[in-house]
C-alpha cells in the first residue's frame, strides 16, 4: 500500500523532514535563550556604589568641578584672589562667536560685580545705589587685536549668607527617573551633569541622595556606559532596564514600588518622582522646607500646572516634572495596591488628551484608595508654558525646580549655568534680581535687561512673556502666577542680554557670559533692530 504523502514527508528516513525538524528545534532553542536573556536583561540591576573607588572620581567631560575653593566649609565664604583686568582677550570672544553664530563685529561690555554675604533677607529685587554702564561698549573685531580699558570700580552687590549647595545633605531623599539612553547620550541634552548639581558636591562625591534610573530598552552595554558615567560624577545610582512595552504612564506609576522595595528605603524619608528634565535649583531650600512636614504620615506633595484649565480637566494633582514627593507610609500604600491602579481602564482614565499620564495614574491610585491628598509646595514649577520664558526667570523668584527647559516645544534656559554662582555667594543667588540707577536689571544667571525708556512697572508681578499650554485664554494662568504685566517684547521698552555659559574660576572668581543677537525679533521695533551689532556682556563675580 503506497504510503501518503504527508507520511512520506513525516518520516525521519526522508532527508528534508530531517533537516527541517532539526532546524525547527534549534530556532525553539534559540527563542528560549533569547526570552532568558531579555528577562535576565529586565532585572539586571548596576550600582554605581560598586565602581566609585575605581572610577577614581575621574568626572566626564560633561560634568564641570568646581575648584576646591568653594564650598569650604571650614573656611566658611570661599575667597578669591582674582586680580581685576579689563584687556580684551581676542581669542576667548572668538570662540564666543563661534559658538553662539554671532556677528565678526561685536559690541563687548566687561563689568566687574562684587558681592558681599550678610544677615539679610532675600528680596525679589535688590535697588543698588550704582549704575551698570559705567563705561560705553567697546566694538571688537574678533579677528584682530583690540586694547581694553581701565577697569572701572566693581558694582557693589550685597547676597543673603546662604548655603553652598555643595555641602547640602541630601541623605533622606530617593529619586527615581525612567528615560533612554539616546536621551542621555544626547550632548545638546547631558542630563548627567545637571544630576551632578543637586546629587553631588560638584566635586564627584555623593550627597547622600540616591537616585534609580530606569533605562527604557537599553542594551547592557548601554547600562554600562551609562552606569560608569554615574560613577565618575560621583552620583550614587541604581541603574536598570526598562520596557517600552509597558505603557508610559505604568512605568512611571511603577517607580513607587520600585523605590519603596529599594533596600535603602529604611534609612529614607521621602521617595521622589521627576523627568530627566528636572532640574532642582535650591536643595538646601528644599531640604529645610522637608523639615517642616511629618515623614510619618501618608503625604503627597507636589505642584499643580500653572495653567487652571489643567484643574478644571484633572482636578488637584502634583505635576510630575516639577517633582512629586511621597512619604514612606503612602509609597507603602500605593505599593499594597499598585496592581490595582495599572488596570486597562485606569490607564484610559489617566489620558489627557496627550496620551496616558503617569502623574495622572499616581493621583487616580491616591484619590480613588485614600483620604490622602495633595499637600501643594509652591516652589516647584512644571513650566508647562508657551512663548518667552523669560517674563517667569527674570521674575526674582528662587524656584525649587523648574522643567521643560530643553525646547522639544517647549522653552529653553540654561539652569546649570545659571546655578554655577552659588558655588560663589549661595543658593540665594540665582535668578536674584539687582536694579542699578540707569535702568539695567541683572537677573542673576539668566539675562541682563536694559529698560531705555525707565522702570515703571510693578516688579513684584511676572512680565506677561509666556502663556498657558495647551489653551491660552489670557488670564489662565493668574491662579500660579498672579495677574501678569503686558510684554514689553517688540516695544522698544526693553532689550536683554541672555546667559548662555557661566564658569567657576580656579581663582575663585565666576565668569557669566550673557548674548543678545542683534536679529532677534523681540529686540525689533517696526522691525528694525533696537541694536545694530550682536553684544556680549560678561560679568566678572567676586566676592568682598
Known sequence: MPIPLASRFCTMRNPFARTFIFTAIVLFFMCMTFQSKTIYARNRILRTADRMASAVHQVPLEVDLVPQGFNDTELGAPGSNHLMNCDIDTEHLRQIRERYELGEHIDYFKRYVRFSRQPIDRHRHTYLSQKFLDHPFQLINVNAESRGDQCTPPLEVPVTQSDFPGNVDLSEFMFAISTTYGRINDPNSNPIREWAYWLTDSNGNSNGGKLILQLIDASDDELEQVTNRLARAGIDADVGHGDSRLEMAVRYLELVPMLYNHPDRPTKKWLVLCDDDTYFTAMHSLVARFKKYDHNKPLYIGTLSEDVGALERHGSQAFGGAGVFLSLPLAKKISDIYSHCRTPAKIAESN????????????????????????????????????????????????????????????????????????????????????????????????????????????????????????????NLDFMYGPQRPSLLK??????????????????????????????????????????????????????
Open 491 to 544: 516695544t522698544g521698552r526693553k532689550m536683554a542680554w541672555e546667559l548662555r555659559e557661566s564658569h567657576n574660576n580656579e581663582d575663585g572668581s565666576v565668569l557669566q557670559t550673557y548674548i543678545l543677537k542683534s536679529n532677534d525679533d523681540r529686540w525689533k521695533v517696526n522691525n528694525q533692530p533696537m541694536r545694530a551689532l550682536d553684544g556680549v556682556i560678561e560679568l566678572v563675580w567676586l566676592p568682598a
Open 352 to 475: 489627557s488628551g496627550w496620551g496616558p499620564q503617569g502623574d495622572i495614574l499616581l493621583r487616580k491610585c491616591i484619590y480613588e484608595n485614600t483620604d490622602i491628598r495633595l499637600t501643594q509646595l509652591w516652589d516647584l514649577w512644571q513650566l508647562d508654558l508657551y512663548g518667552d520664558p523669560a517674563g517667569f526667570y527674570e521674575g526674582g523668584i528662587k524656584p525649587f525646580s523648574v522643567h521643560h527647559f530643553k525646547g522639544g516645544g517647549w522653552h529653553y534656559a540654561y539652569p546649570f549655568q545659571t546655578t554655577k554662582i552659588a558655588h560663589a555667594c549661595g543658593e540665594d543667588c540665582p535668578y536674584q534680581r539687582f536694579v542699578t540707577t540707569d535702568n539695567f536689571i541683572i537677573s542673576n544667571g539668566f539675562s541682563v535687561a536694559n529698560y531705555p525708556q525707565g522702570i515703571d512697572f510693578d516688579l513684584d508681578q511676572f512680565e506677561g512673556t509666556f502663556f498657558a499650554a495647551p489653551e491660552n485664554r489670557g488670564w
